[in-house]
């Protein structure tokens, strides 16, 4: 039984809406649950000086979390002077997914940065925002078309994010933080709309995990990333 | 005539959203018109290292503003590794404004974060923040009488403030990006329900400002506080 | 009774030293009785990126204290790794101020920059850095003539600072330490020689203060200011 | 073909040299083929405040690189004043991994801090310091039996790490740095003696990766891993 | 012949102005000609953590230089966020020097921080440092003396510096900056009352020096200290 | 007697190993008995921007000791996000040495780092650091002429340098640890093949040294650099 009484196979519910700040080219405010992303996109007119004259164009990510978005207050990381590590492992990952959804290419001179904000944290704040992030930089994809700033579409396929886990000796779905703070196993897979793994990170929090546990997980996720991916499909229908 | 169509003395569309997320003793939304501001109370059972022993309690701010809540996309003071100095000059104004407004020997040996994070940016953050979080702060004191952490309550008086100028010549109130960038002075006026002053800061922008015109803006300043005093105690009367 | 002896109306004894320091485009050591600050305008022949191209120059502003400039030592600013928000706030300030007395578009592409640092502190470090910065700019601005960096007189004005306060509930001009440690209000006022304000700061350190005190207070920086500019003029005469 | 010539189970040329230097508890020289990582156990005995008084202990992990360990030079981190993202990454997943060997509570008021520093680097840098790390580790936990530290063993089992990937469309072992700069997938698998996934860590480079590969790749991993183990035992086995 | 017109022997006017400041225990304006240091010598009523309990004192050196104290105006360290190696090395010297001419066992459970800012730079500002904070420091011991903080005379012996090299192949004393940037070799020599070295810092800076040149130097560093010596017994005899 | 058992005017035995990692233009490690230091010559083909359009190459050095390279491990300069004031003051120390080895004018456009990184430290690491780096930067020197990226042999002459003291009243050459933390004197020298002082810095740790010690402690100097310069030629005549 999980704590939310949720099935092993059961998202949170999750929300996505678009338009959420009027300044970004993308702007979505997604919820997985009592998780709460900020995620924008902006663009910028130029590339980092290592991709100049390549005509092939970047995609960054940065993530924060309010100080009070969790149960007890985090000292703010612009007041400690640096970023943590978590913050930095985070924002690596959101990166590194969503170059993959797209053929950087085809942007141009162009960078896109992502800004994923945690409003109010209650686990799975980095899947939330990858899967949010994605919806964000499809609208700033289409503001870039609809300027004539590039000719095609430059992504390639839409990608979401899931975490899986081992709790109470069962593989569940999406872990709320009640559930995330005492797993066995927690992992977190970022897909693309044909099936394939764009990253896999699992870490054994209280005891190793097996290949049958494994593969358990990677079906769980595989579910999850589906009905994201329609959710998305969903929120980008509208206007 | 302002850019808005308001009349010189209005204020723009304020709401003050209490309970805005969960974990926060005190949680507020507070929005001037598209300047969106989320400010939490974070109550702490100790005090700093020169109050121990006194018996008193202390209250301070941060302010921060994410990387795209303006027009331009900011870098973030996270990744930058420190505030700016418009950053510190902000969260010591809060600070002040609020320790104002209560009575810190009444605090106890608990100390008392009010952080403020501007969502969206069009121009009076400051003075949002400072009418938002003293909600905020008040859910905070009521969380802790409730609690019996305190037995009396530690509150003064309300506070509220609001920016007036001088745009075009005439003096106006509750000045919005499109103004204040704009405008030959800039004035931020925090007051008391009994009307008194707590801060003033005004600044000529463009060209020097006489008495005449500063008392102009004082006197709308006291109109608008008064308004936001009003939204606050409606806002307080809510469960 | 003022701590000093003095009357509420009157300054400590100031001294405005030219030609301080040797390297200095402008250099200016002023006392404000035991406040000492030595003010050195740098010229620089370039401008920030921001304002290439523009023709237009600029003025910047930085503040020190050094460390036992005060009764008890401060930490270095600079072995703490970072200027702190009283020192930004400031250092923004006397920037603001010195800007709004020049005209920006005569000063061509070149920079100056104001360092203010107190060698010995007694209240009031910023109006006396205010008010002795004026006069190393004014050195600097006649340098750039004299050696054809810029063929018109970009002063526009005149400026002076002075701190007004209430103190054992009466209105008095230019706190020492021994008053603002202990004022109910704490104001600073920059006003130029015509009589128009450019910056009033006042906060309520003990108490609200209302329109009548805050009248009393400006009458009284008024007067302030008028002294000091005579002083000014007085220091400038020399050759 | 791979460009060392190797089969794609083969792992490089592993050596592991114990007391490498003379002053840390445990002192490990990892070599996997030209990539060689020198790992310090280091003991200190007390805890991270957060501990005090649970009489658990702690294990704690710092990696860096020589600033010509690379083809390139790289900036010091020490004189860039922060750790990079890649390096936090990387001394968080050692940190945990090492920890998954270890039962904490039978550590006492101890900590031991592990350092991996790359001499020279020619991929699986991380990988070769897990796997020479816990030997490392070992030996610090010997050091403070001998010394009547520690009464029991806190080893729970050896850990070993390798990385494998998708190179020229096929699954390898171990891949190097001409391999890693090209492979369309890349994987860092931590396994324990019993063969209990501690961490997978799976980025698709160049294309998603299928689950088919994935199991290729874990097969690979499992393999190489019982090498590795081989060959810590033996190391472990000398005096 | 030098720039100065100075025979090689000869130091510059060199002034000692004791009680320059009001708050510190000990503070002194040295002048070495138109290098102005000024030096402050501030007792703090306890240790370093890592002296408590062994009933020895600690003696610490800062140095800073304004930013404009040179004829190019240098970056302000506090807002570059540290310290140059040049600034580290200086407060090390200037630290070790002090050290030597004090019985720290004498000192009790107090610390003196020694404070060497440069008013006005050209050259042997380190120098100046030295011979100005010796005095600085001995007021503040016999500060402590006064106030019954300790009982006996902690001062083992004074101390005094100054500058020796190669100018246009001769050995000269005290150089300023115009010989500074141009010298052969540039040395700087601490040495006590009774003649012994406590510091010899030689650098070649365009050619290498021999024994014969070193032997000159140290004879003039002799000749120069001693002056300074007197000058430093002749301050102190004021009241 | 010494710990060690050496004679007063004995080196311990030092080896250069050339080659010592792979990537570097030159790489030595080198061993001043239980020290051991890794130094690497980094070529880059720009130069700093102070000297672009002059001709003129350069020569910097960056030092670094692995955390635990000593008895007590000590905190990783990269994550406490500075570096000490002793390294800064070796780095410049090793740097201003080397540039006294070469005819930076014969350089070119080109720059090379030294990274000097401590492995082992048992005393006199920046002393073998110069001693090695100097054998390193010949090899770099080497391949840029090889490459035909310089015409001419840009050194002037090879450096080497070793620590004296007075230990137990007499002068020893080449302190290793246990000598050098109880020596009455620390002094550094750096010489030339020729005979010529590159740097001095003689430190009185517990007592004054006078004349006699000095030219004592330079004559031991003297005799252990022309050993170490032996062995420098030695190892570079090897291919």
Redesign the interface.
Known sequence: MRPSGRAADELREVKITRHY????EG?VLVEFG?T?V?C?A?L?RNVPRWLKGTGQGWITA?Y?M??????E?NQ??????????????I??LIG?SLR?AVDLKQLGDNSI?I?C?V??ADGGTRTASITGATVALVDCLRHMQRNKIIRNDPLVQLIASVSVGIYNGNPVLDLDYAEDSNAETD?NVV??E???????????EA?????EE?DAM?ELARKGVNDLLDLQRKALEQP
Chains 1, 2, 3, 4, 5, 6 share one sequence.
């Open positions: 700040t009027k300044h970004a702007s009592d709460k900020l924008t902006s910028e940065e924060g309010l100080p009070r978005a969790t149960g207050r703010r990381e612009a007041s400690r002077g640096k970023q943590g590590g978590r913050t930095l492992e924002q690596r590194r993959a940065t800004d904000d409003i109010q992992m897909m693309t044909k099936g394939g793994f764009i990253e896999i990170q699992g870490t054994a005891a190793p995990f097996d290949k494994m990677l």
